[in-house]
Every structure is written in structure tokens, then in C-alpha cells.
């Protein structure tokens, strides 16, 4: 069964300290995998898209890696306003076309 | 400013009573979809349209309807059948995923709490 994993389920870090937020996945052949921060109160905010092992994507303070089992997002000196939950999700091929799966959330408390 | 509109954001109603969310989205995007959140749980995906006049259930549809009479809009009623309505409901659109890109953008999203 396809399943997608999010690791912790929450993290609180000073200001400064920098983490990783772990999203490991089991699906039949991966399409993409993608994150998204949510705040409190609003929808999913499109953060990256990774297609294949290897590859990296960074915007700010944020840097998404993939590997053929997980997938990481590197948080490099946070700031409080990266306080959020991150969603990973992933498209698996031999599902609908578009279909994604969601984990649970990673909800990340930066402390100043 | 393209973007994904849902209405209202609160939404309250009794129980036995349907009600209707709407989405509406002027990114010229293809597929529409509709999720419910819930406390602890991740994403599930209800309903879902990749082109007019066409739709899919997807993993909890039971309780729930769409129509896709036009591109730009989806709306969800959520009938008086669905057992444990009370959640918070998004909708989300893509461009149509056989260009090679997958990623969905979604909604602010609306709040319904049935009592």
C-alpha cells in the first residue's frame, strides 16, 4: 500500500537552530514528491517539487533533498515566522494521474 | 492576482440539513480537487474533476457530491448523509498532470461545523 510517513510529528527549535524535517514514502513508482507549508486556519502553501533521487531545491532558509525511500527539508537558521506545519505528499505512477497522498505533518514551533 | 477562492470561510448548519462550499479558480487550471482535513490525520481526498463535466470519487466520497459545469468552478455539497461532517475543507487545482507536472495549489479553505 502506498503511504507516506512525516517525521517527528513536532518540533521546537530556538531561533537559529537549525534541523531537518524527514518525509519517508512507500509507493509503486514515484511521479513526484512535493511540500507545502500550512499555517493555522489557511490551505496548503506549494513549497517544492522533487522528481528524482537526488535532486534539491532550496527557496530562503528551506532546502528540500530526495532519495529513492525519503525525502528531507533542511531548515538552516530559522526564523519564528517559519513556524508552521510542512506537509509532504507524493504521485505515484500506476495511480490516478494527479492523485496525491499526504502525510500527517511535521508542525514546527521556532522560538525566538 | 490568479489564485484559488473558496466561500465562506465559517460555515454552520444542523444536522440533517445539505449544504454547498464553493471553489472557484481563474489559474486556467484543468483539475479540481476536494479535501477534507481533520485533527492528526493527513489529506483525504474526496472528489476529484480533470476536465468539464467529468469527476472521480476518491477515498471518502460517500456522503459527498460535486459538479464541474464549467473549468473554473467545483463545488462540494455535503449531504446529510455524510456521518461525521465537521471538518475543514479544501479545494485545490493543477494543470493537467499528463504535461508532466503534478503539483496542486490550494485554497484559503472552509471551515463547516455541524451541530
Known amino acids: 500500500e502506498d503511504q507516506v510517513t512525516q517525521s517527528p510529528e513536532a518540533l521546537r527549535l530556538q531561533e537559529g537552530e537549525s534541523s531537518s524535517l524527514n518525509c519517508s514514502y512507500t509507493?509503486?513508482?514515484?511521479?513526484?514528491l512535493f511540500w507545502y507549508r500550512q499555517d493555522p486556519g489557511k490551505g496548503p502553501e506549494f513549497l517544492f517539487t522533487l522528481y528524482s533521487a537526488g535532486e534539491e531545491k532550496e527557496k530562503e532558509r528551506l532546502k528540500a533533498t530526495l532519495t529513492k525511500k525519503e525525502s528531507f527539508l533542511h531548515i538552516t537558521a530559522p526564523k519564528p515566522e517559519d513556524s508552521a506545519t510542512y506537509l509532504c505528499?507524493?504521485?505515484?505512477?500506476?495511480?490516478?494521474?494527479?492523485?496525491?497522498?499526504f502525510g500527517t505533518g511535521t508542525l514546527l514551533a521556532v522560538q525566538p | 492576482d490568479g489564485g484559488i477562492t473558496q466561500s465562506p470561510k465559517y460555515l454552520f448548519r444542523k444536522e440533517g440539513q445539505n449544504v454547498t462550499l464553493s471553489c472557484e479558480q481563474n489559474l486556467n487550471h484543468d483539475a479540481m480537487y476536494w479535501y477534507r482535513q481533520d485533527p492528526g490525520q493527513g489529506l483525504r481526498l474526496i472528489y476529484y474533476s480533470q476536465i468539464v463535466n467529468d469527476f472521480q470519487k476518491g477515498d471518502i466520497a460517500e456522503g459527498y457530491s460535486v459538479s464541474r459545469e464549467k473549468k473554473e468552478s467545483f463545488p462540494l455539497t455535503v449531504t446529510s448523509a455524510q456521518k461525521n461532517p465537521t471538518a475543514f475543507y479544501l479545494c485545490?487545482?493543477?494543470?493537467?498532470?499528463?504535461?508532466?507536472?503534478?503539483?496542486?495549489?490550494f485554497g484559503p479553505g472552509t471551515r463547516l461545523t455541524v451541530t
Open positions: 485545490a487545482s493543477s494543470i493537467d498532470g499528463d504535461r508532466g507536472t503534478y503539483e496542486q495549489y
Open positions: 509507493v509503486s513508482g514515484l511521479r513526484g
Open positions: 505528499a507524493v504521485c505515484n505512477y500506476g495511480g490516478a494521474t494527479n492523485k496525491l497522498i
